[in-house]
């Protein structure tokens, strides 16, 4: 259950830093860091479970609450650290 508590935090945190127009700020690099050492730690069956939802999940709620130029830049990171955490998958 704190798994699950921490994710939710992770996808909030990840739509409410700023997001510069530059290819990644360091708020971003460390959310990456974060959440591929949260999922590189995670058992097999969780990670499929992550998988489930993360896009979708974190594409909602950038599209929710961001717009422009910003959101495409969000929803381009969302996609390269989904492509990140299924190769990554055990």
């Known amino acids: 259950m704190r798994k699950r508590g ?16 530059q290819a990644r700020d360091a708020a971003l690099d460390q959310m990456w860091d974060s959440t591929v ?14 998988l ?3 896009r979708s999940s974190a594409e909602s709620s950038a599209k929710t609450n961001l717009s422009g130029s910003v959101l495409s830049a969000r929803l381009d990171f969302i996609a390269e650290l989904d492509a ?6 055990k």
């Open 52 to 54: 489930t939802t993360f």
């Open 37 to 50: 050492e949260l999922f590189d730690g995670l058992p097999a069956d969780a990670q499929d479970g992550f």
């Open 84 to 89: 990140e955490l299924r190769r990554r998958k």
């Open 6 to 21: 921490f994710i939710l935090l992770l996808l909030v945190s990840l739509f409410t830093l700023g997001c510069a127009d």
